[in-house]
């Protein structure tokens, strides 16, 4: 890919930063060009091999490490450049100006003369600990390059389970269940019992093992629990590496209630927030990434969903309103019906506006635990698909009318119940 035109500022500053061998070279070819100038056409492109050196050469600074380097892979590029025109250059006095003052000025330079074959696509230098930088290297190499695919997966509330494959589920996995398990990352969440006698749990604990990798990131554990959701990984350090901060790293965005952490070594990000006594979780993940895992590593909810015996919803319909007809009126042993069909439904409104599975994921969530809390972490779930759903279009999942197919991305509004769900909820609620 082509370099951007230096700026004005940059061009001003270019000549200072440069060695004085170099600076006469230029000034020597400026002169040159201009006498050329006056001369009849020709096909020799030394003018165009001298502008990409610029180009190459003008964000450089001499006073910095790794000037050296960078300097001698501009001038192998032009080197190469010129040697391509050699032929239709011969008798032009810039080139040849050009060619003695690029040999003078690699020899003081120590630069060797293997270089790129094109000043157009010169030899390129990719951050190894940027999953970016992965793809644009097999770009410069000349590979087929398309745009990374990006997964997400979410865990919120009561608790429910967005997958990678945009299916949404409702699941009782009380205990220890692992999200995702692959070659770079690993993460476990816990879940409790929301209110006693009932199956219906929610997150209090989550784990994420970033796995070392090259010289990226050292294996960091990070472990939130309820009341301690903290800034740094259980080390006390808040990056991967001491050399290198920005390949994995922890952002505290509200104190104790809301933390990000961006592993762009793997182009990953993850969100965690503390809504209430319960915690939530969002991850964004290369396709490529996610999908690296052995056979054994397969009970991944993230990547497969949760175990059908583990299943509240019935192919993603939330019972609604058979809850709002089955359970029974608040009292001191069962807290959690404070809320009607309707109130709930009129209080999750004032956050989520659109009717899909979100809106009534935090219904759900009312009526079964009568925590006004369940409602904000909705809302953040929210939010969270905004800022790391690859896809706007499939943010927002609606419930589908037919049977059997809600559990993705539909274009329903209404809820499907059906009959056999008054025994369910019998079993799981009461």
């Known amino acids: 890919m082509g370099r951007a035109a230096p700026s004005r500022a940059a061009e001003a500053e270019w000549p200072r930063r440069l060695p004085s061998a170099a ?3 230029m000034a020597a070819l400026g002169l040159l060009l201009g006498i050329a100038d006056c001369q009849l056409q020709t096909p020799c492109r030394i003018q165009k091999c001298t502008t990409d050196f610029v180009s190459l050469t003008s964000h450089l600074n001499s006073a910095l490490d790794g000037f050296d380097l960078e300097f001698c892979k501009a ?16 008798g032009n006095l810039v080139y040849h100006s050009a060619v003695l003052g690029i040999g003078d000025l690699m020899s003081q330079k120590n630069c060797s003369k293997d270089g790129p074959t094109s000043s157009t696509n010169p030899k390129v230098t990719h951050d190894p600990c940027s ?11 000349g590979e087929e390059q398309t745009s990374p695919t990006y997964l997400f997966c979410g865990l919120f509330g009561d608790p429910h389970l967005r997958t990678f494959k945009d299916h949404f589920q409702t699941c009782k996995v009380e205990g220890a269940w692992p999200l995702i398990d692959n070659n770079y990352l690993s993460v476990q969440v816990t879940n409790v019992p929301v ?19 090259r010289d990226c990131t050292d294996q960091k554990v990070y472990q939130a629990v309820t009341d301690d959701l903290p800034a740094a990984f259980v080390d006390g350090t808040t990056s991967g590496s001491d050399g290198n901060t920005k390949s994995l790293r922890i952002v ?6 809301y933390v990000e952490m961006h592993a762009s070594y793997i182009g990953t990000t993850v969100h965690i927030r503390q809504l209430g006594h319960y915690l939530t979780l969002a991850i964004r993940m290369p396709q490529e990434l996610a999908m690296a895992y052995e056979e054994s590593q397969d009970l991944q909810l993230c990547v497969n969903g949760c175990p059908s015996s583990e299943r509240i919803d019935n192919s993603g319909h939330l019972p609604l309103s058979v809850m709002g007809q089955l359970l029974p009126q608040a009292s001191a042993t069962r807290p959690w019906s404070v809320y009607t069909l309707e109130t709930a439904t009129t209080k999750c409104h004032e956050k989520i506006l659109a009717k899909d599975i979100y809106f009534y994921s935090c219904v ?7 925590d006004v809390n369940f409602t904000a972490a909705a809302h953040s779930a929210v939010k969270d698909v905004e800022a790391l759903h690859p896809r706007k279009e499939h ?10 197919g809600g559990d993705g991305v539909g274009t329903g509004s209404k809820f499907f119940v059906s009959p056999g769900l008054v025994c369910l909820i019998l079993a799981v609620f009461s």
Request: contains cysteine; hydrophobic residues 30%.
């Open 23 to 25: 600076l006469g070279l």
């Open 75 to 90: 001038l192998q590029a032009y080197a190469a450049c010129t040697y391509r025109n050699s032929k239709v250059c011969r």
């Open 131 to 141: 999953y970016s930088g992965h793809a644009g290297a097999r770009e410069h190499r």
């Open 195 to 213: 209110v006693p006698g009932s199956s219906a749990t929610a997150t209090n604990k989550i784990t994420i093992i970033f796995k070392s990798y």
């Open 252 to 257: 505290e965005k509200v104190g104790g209630k």
């Open 364 to 370: 759900f969530d009312l009526l079964t635990t009568g």
């Open 395 to 404: 943010w927002h999942i609606f419930p589908s009318n037919e049977s059997g």
